[in-house]
């Protein structure tokens, strides 16, 4: 079968319902993971989604910080948060699925952004920043990846030089560090991860997720960083078919700084 997975930080999900609406009818994942929902888990529009087909729904969601969401089309079987740094953020939801795409598993992640200085001993953000990702390198390495499994999400490192509008300008800046690029080197290693959206463009050329909302003219500017992941088992490598960045997602009515990410794999 064919099989897609959707992700985006949608930075609200019920301020941008409509445009995650739209994106469902246009696009018809069979999965989207959302990141930074930012609705505790009452509030979330689950008849919305349901409406468009997604009645399965599994979210770890807070009030008005982070929140993760995962919604399909097809049955799922289980589902897991897991909680990062004993911070009790809701940062992380996994889930397997039944149906046609019986026992793949989806991690669906938003590591925290990390604050402007890149310096754990005075940011204390940083600080959770690289915590965080040490902590996947740990469950990664103790729980080797078995069989089937995605990993998808705001990451919120953009680890290549390609991976930003600028390497000499960005080193230094939280999100390109090389301290960030080489911990996520080290997470995606202990999976071990395939990174899916690589195997269709090469990595010296650009490849951008996110643009910033301070841009006059973000479009024009094009001074973007790819924060946003997917990634793979070995045992998919060779199944991932297709991927697209939504880019003109990004030029929408009251977008998220963000724009979806979609891969297409052959299950």
């Given amino acids: 079968m064919r099989f897609s997975i959707a992700t985006w930080n949608i930075n609200s999900v019920r301020l941008r319902i409509d445009i995650v609406a739209r994106f469902l009818e246009e696009q018809r994942p069979d999965v989207l993971c959302l990141q930074e929902t930012k609705c505790p888990d009452a509030q979330f529009p689950f008849a919305d989604f349901r409406k468009l087909g997604y009645e399965h729904i599994a979210i ?31 940062r992380h939801m996994s889930v397997t699925l039944g149906g046609a795409a019986k026992g793949l598993t989806i991690h669906n992640f938003y590591v925290p952004a990390g604050g402007d200085e890149p310096d754990p001993a005075i940011n204390d953000k940083f600080a959770h920043k690289l ?21 998808v999400g705001d990451l919120n490192i953009a680890p290549l030089e390609h991976d930003v509008w600028s390497h000499k300008a960005l080193i230094k800046v939280v999100s390109h560090t090389p301290i960030e690029v080489e911990k996520l080197g080290r997470a995606q290693a202990a999976g071990p991860w395939v990174d899916a959206l690589r195997k269709f463009v090469p990595a010296q050329e650009k490849l951008y997720t996110w643009w910033s909302y301070r841009a006059a003219d973000w479009d024009k500017a094009d001074k973007g960083r790819r924060l946003d992941h997917v990634w793979v088992s070995p045992a998919l490598g060779d199944a991932v078919k297709s991927m697209r960045v939504f880019r003109d997602v990004r030029g929408w009515p009251r977008p998220s700084d963000h724009a979806p990410v979609m891969v297409e794999l052959a299950l």
């Fill in 60 to 90: 770890n969601g807070q009030k008005g910080y982070h929140g993760v969401a995962i919604a399909s089309r097809l049955p799922i079987t289980a589902s897991a948060p897991r909680d990062f740094c004993a911070k009790g953020d809701s």
């Fill in 131 to 151: 915590a965080f990702v040490d902590e996947m390198t740990a469950w990664f390495a103790a729980e080797p990846i078995a069989g089937r499994a995605i990993l």
